[in-house]
């Protein structure tokens, strides 16, 4: 019997947005370095930086959370 083996952008896009990025990211990148058409070049180099945008904000994002969870309450002044 043969086991349907899942894509790993399938397996990223349960785990959550920034998994899919990444996923997808990889994706597009291994497809230009492969030597994709040149046709499609141009579209997947949009797609590959408009990701890594999309990356930056939710790791932006992030580390904004982290920092506000970290910063410590001020004390009330009566």
Known sequence: MSRI???????AARLGRREL?????DKIAAEIDR???ARELAALSRRLVD???????VDDAR???AMAALTPDEKWIE
């Open 5 to 11: 083996r899942r894509a790993p952008v399938t397996d």
């Open 21 to 25: 990025l990444v996923a997808l990211r």
């Open 35 to 37: 030597g994709c058409p």
């Open 51 to 57: 990701i890594a945008d999309q990356l930056q904000l």
């Open 63 to 65: 580390g904004a959370i």
